[in-house]
């Protein structure tokens, strides 16, 4: 069973930056796509970056440049380093997998994380 742990968040204020990781452990495949999805109050959860097992990395338009996915293999971890950050992007930040491709469907995912909070404010 794939198991997936976050960590990182906090508050930080606007302009600043924050590194999230997410340590995943359990997979059964070799090809699997790892993403991060946000969920602000009163919002649904939306996607903000994604990496395959190849290594190649998707962002929605509105997310690339401020943001980068990364991964460790050797210590089975993907990073999100958020710079710039902005009021509008706090929320739960949530790591999720067990899904081959990188996908901004949230139901496509089997295996979520509990989530880390980050909070952007002065």
């Known amino acids: 069973q794939v198991q997936l742990v976050e960590s990182g968040g906090g508050l930080v204020q606007p302009g600043g930056s924050l590194r999230l990781s997410c340590a995943a452990s359990?997979?059964?495949?070799?090809?699997?796509?790892i993403a991060w999805f946000r969920q602000a109050p009163g919002k649904e959860r939306e996607g903000v970056s994604c990496i395959r097992s190849d290594g190649t990395t998707w962002y929605p338009d509105s997310f690339e440049g401020r943001f980068t996915i990364s991964r460790d293999n050797a210590e089975n971890t993907v990073y999100l380093q958020m710079d710039s950050l902005k009021p509008e992007d706090t929320g739960v930040y949530y790591c999720?997998?067990?899904?081959?491709?990188?996908?901004?469907?949230?139901?496509?995912?089997?295996?979520w994380g509990q989530g880390t909070q980050v909070t952007v404010s002065s």
């Open positions: 999720a997998t067990d899904f081959p491709l990188c996908s901004w469907v949230p139901d496509d995912f089997k295996s």
């Open positions: 359990g997979f059964t495949s070799d090809y699997y796509a």
